[in-house]
């Protein structure tokens, strides 16, 4: 209150005389500031003020509020504007607002507006007075931003990653970096998984040919080793996110752009359908939404094959994994969708997620005797690249342990995280400040490609591993130190993922996974 009470004073001694019509007066106890505007928003515990000097948020508990405007403290009502994609807020956040709503005992009322619009009241159950309204517009990704872009929303929700001009919009229009700490988070884990019916006699393919199928640049099925006959190719509706999403993360790194005569689907049941109808189609489809269609892993030239399964999907060791991320505005939320956002990081939250039919984010234990696919891979690859010395020596240094499928991945050509790595490292770090592996030793093992040599990759996979496990105890800010065993291991190409002939491919191998006993 002081630095704002001495900006303020400065400020108006110099705009005393201006004269605009306002709807809202704050004023200090004392009566030495007051501060008059439109009011934008407030969150129970603060305004936040359209002044002549700019946006300003002010303690309301520092200042009395005398217009038309001001908001009724004593029956204060939370208003949150939800907007975006139509996949989340059809299932996914109803589920959490009502596990929300049992967690802390409100009654929850569901109001329909609208074909596209919904609102969830909670309230509290013994006064039957209203608490909060969460109020839903279910659209798509891209109107999800455009409302958060003109103070229309406080929340979108998207299917892919924030664009950069999006982010660039974003912070020109005051929401902050939207690609900055604390702006998004990941709220549940999905993946693009392309399906055929059951039957079609292809059983894997390639990255590189799911994109050339996707362009049109391969039309028969007689290419991928199946019958002579046409393709059929089936998408999301033109502008999902979902969409969008194939187009950054399976069609952009290819060079590759849509067919034109792909058939697109408004609903996904009706894609997955169209799909298992026809023994020529081929889909993209998500996990959660695949349903009895065949789901065909992608494959490399050199044998490898990754499946789309919970575990591959948590892990990011299936390649094209969809996150999906609420954004969040550079402002205060009130204090009720502070609450409900904190929930959904929870354990009780991850329960709901998965009932919900979506990947969640909590962390599991997988022995190394349910990981032989992987190791067998690695063996039959050895002494072409890597010394079977190499793979002996992951055995015997983890053998005994435990992999956790918290695992870091890194985006393309850079070394920041990948976002669904950044939650990761916020989840583990949470984890290492209440205790939870007290007593157990946590080890970051590196891995690395195989471009260069193997000397050379075990000191980069090491690199890795240090700087993953920095970020995880920086970010765990309340954690005992002393009581936490942390290890650092590299060990280079030794354990790759997927053949190293492809971009996707060197982009899979490298990674920090965590390793427990």
């Known amino acids: 209150m002081t630095i704002l009470r001495a900006a303020c004073i400065a400020a108006l001694s110099i705009f005393s005389s201006i004269a605009v019509a306002q709807d809202i007066t704050l004023t200090s106890p004392d009566g030495a500031v007051e501060i008059s505007g439109t009011l934008l928003g407030f969150d129970g515990e603060f305004y936040r003020v359209e002044t002549v000097y700019g946006e300003l948020t002010v303690d309301g508990s520092g200042v009395t509020c005398d217009g038309p405007g001001c908001p009724n403290l004593i029956d204060f009502v939370a208003d949150i ?19 929300f709503a049992l967690r802390n005992g409100y009654a929850v009322e569901r109001d329909i507006t609208g074909t596209t619009n919904f609102t969830y009241v909670l309230s509290d159950p013994v006064t039957r007075s209203d608490l909060a309204r969460f109020r839903f517009k279910a659209s798509t990704t891209d109107e999800g931003f455009a409302d958060l872009l003109a103070d229309e929303a406080d929340i979108a929700m998207s299917l892919r990653e924030i664009r950069a001009a999006e982010a660039k919009r974003g912070y020109e229009a005051g929401l902050g970096d939207l690609r900055g700490k604390n702006r998004s988070r990941v709220l549940a884990l999905n993946a693009l998984v392309p399906i055929v019916a059951p039957g079609n006699l292809v059983s894997r393919i390639t990255t590189a040919e799911l994109a050339e199928v996707f362009s049109g640049r391969i039309d028969n099925w007689q290419a991928l080793g199946g019958p002579d006959a046409p393709i059929a190719l089936h998408v999301p509706e033109q502008t999902s996110g979902l969409l969008q999403a194939i187009e ?64 591959g999907i948590k892990t990011e060791d299936y390649p094209l994994t969809a996150p999906m991320f609420l954004y969040l ?47 067998a891979n690695a063996i039959a690859q050895a002494d072409k690249s890597v010394p079977l010395a190499d793979v002996q020596a992951i055995v015997a240094r983890l053998g005994n342990h435990e992999r956790l499928t918290t695992t870091f991945r890194f985006r393309p050509g850079v070394s920041a995280l990948d976002p669904q790595s950044q939650s990761n490292a916020q989840q583990l770090a949470r984890a290492l400040e209440i205790g939870t592996y007290e007593g157990r030793e946590l080890v970051f093992v590196g891995f690395s490609d195989g471009e260069g040599s193997s000397e050379a990759n075990r000191t980069i996979a090491l690199r890795r591993a240090k700087s993953v496990r920095d970020a995880v105890l920086e970010a765990a800010e309340t954690a005992d130190h002393s009581k936490l065993n942390i290890a650092v291991e590299g060990f280079g190409e030794a354990l790759p993922m997927a053949c190293d002939e492809s971009a996707w491919g060197r982009q899979v191998n490298r990674r920090v996974e965590v390793w427990l006993r």
């Open 329 to 375: 505005p550079a402002r205060r939320l009130p204090k009720m969708a502070r609450d409900f956002l904190t929930y959904t990081r929870g354990p009780a939250a991850q329960i709901v997620i998965r009932r919900a039919g979506f990947v969640d984010q909590s962390p599991e234990e997988v022995p190394i005797s349910l990981q032989g696919e992987r190791f």
């Open 81 to 99: 504007t939800i907007s975006g994609s139509s996949g989340m807020a059809d299932i996914l956040m109803p589920a959490l607002l009502d596990g």
């Open 248 to 311: 950054d993360r399976l069609l952009a790194p290819a060079a590759q752009t849509l067919a034109p005569k792909a058939e697109h689907h408004t609903k996904s049941a009706d894609l997955v359908s169209a799909v298992q109808r026809d023994p020529f189609a081929i889909g993209l489809a998500t996990y959660e939404s695949s349903g009895s269609a065949l789901r065909l892993p992608l494959s490399g030239g050199c044998g490898f094959a990754v499946h789309a399964t919970r575990r």
